[in-house]
C-alpha cells in the first residue's frame, strides 16, 4: 500500500502546457487500466477531472488530458489558465481491491 | 440531485471511538463501492477504507486495520466508518466517495468532508 509519487510542485505561464507525473508499480498503475487524477482547490472538495487514464468526465475542459506509459501516468494540462492553480492528484486500483494516492503536485500559474 | 453528506465528525480524545455517516441522496447506494478518504491538515489525500455493494466486502489502508470498521444499511442509502483507538495521527477531514466502477477508484461524487480532531 505504498503511496504513488508525484512531483510536489510544478509550475507554467498562461497559456503554457505542464505535465504531472504519476509513477507507481506493476502493483498499481502499471497493472491497471483506472487511473484518476483530482483536481482541489484550497479548502475545496476534490473534483474529479480524469478517470480510466484519459476520460474526461462532462463539465471537465478539454484542456486537461491523461495518458499512460508503463507504471507512470501523466496528466497534462493545456493553455494554462489562472484558475488551474491547485493540488492535483491522481490515484489507482491497486492490489485486490483497494486504492492508492499519489502524495499531490501544486500546479502553480505563473 | 446526486449528492453525499457526511456527519459525526467532531472532537474525541485518544483512545477514544466516533462513528461518521455518509448519507447518499439523488441514487441507489446499493449499486456502488463506497470508499472513504482523509485528508489530515495541509497534507495529501490518504485512501482510508472501502466497502462493497452488499456490504460482504471491505478492505482497509494497513494504517487503520483492526481500529477502522467500514459497514452500510442500505434500507437507509447510509454508509458508516466506525473509528475506534483513534489517535493524533488519524485527525483529518474524513471524505465519502462513491466509486463509479467497483474499485477502480473513479471517486464521484464526493462528500463535503467532516473533521475529526484526536487530542486531549
Known amino acids: 500500500q505504498s503511496a504513488l509519487t508525484q512531483p510536489p510542485s510544478a509550475s507554467g505561464f498562461p497559456g503554457q502546457s505542464v505535465t504531472i507525473s504519476c509513477t507507481g508499480t506493476s502493483n498499481d498503475v502499471g497493472g491497471s487500466n483506472y487511473v484518476s487524477w483530482y483536481q482541489q482547490h484550497p479548502g475545496k472538495t476534490p473534483k474529479l477531472m480524469i478517470y480510466?487514464?484519459?476520460k474526461r468526465p462532462s463539465g471537465v475542459p478539454d484542456r486537461f488530458s491523461g495518458s499512460k506509459s508503463g507504471s507512470t501516468a501523466s496528466l497534462t494540462v493545456s493553455g494554462l489558465q489562472a484558475e488551474d492553480e491547485a493540488d492535483y492528484y491522481c490515484n489507482s486500483h491497486a492490489g485486490r481491491d483497494y486504492v492508492v494516492f499519489g502524495g499531490g503536485t501544486k500546479l502553480t500559474v505563473l | 440531485e446526486v449528492q453525499l453528506v457526511e456527519s459525526g465528525g467532531g472532537l474525541v480524545q485518544p483512545g477514544g471511538s466516533l462513528r461518521l455517516s455518509c448519507a447518499a441522496s439523488g441514487f441507489t447506494s446499493s449499486r456502488y463501492w463506497i470508499h472513504w478518504v482523509r485528508q489530515a491538515p495541509g497534507k495529501g489525500l490518504e485512501w482510508v477504507a472501502n466497502i462493497n455493494e452488499d456490504g460482504s466486502q471491505k478492505y482497509y489502508v494497513d494504517s487503520v486495520r483492526g481500529r477502522f470498521t467500514t459497514s452500510r444499511d442500505n434500507a437507509k442509502n447510509s454508509m458508516y466508518l466506525q473509528m475506534n483507538s483513534l489517535r493524533g495521527e488519524d485527525t483529518a477531514v474524513y471524505y465519502c466517495a462513491r466509486d463509479n466502477f467497483g474499485t477502480s477508484g473513479w471517486f464521484d461524487p464526493w462528500g463535503q468532508g467532516t473533521l475529526v480532531t484526536v487530542s486531549s
Open positions: 480510466e487514464v484519459s
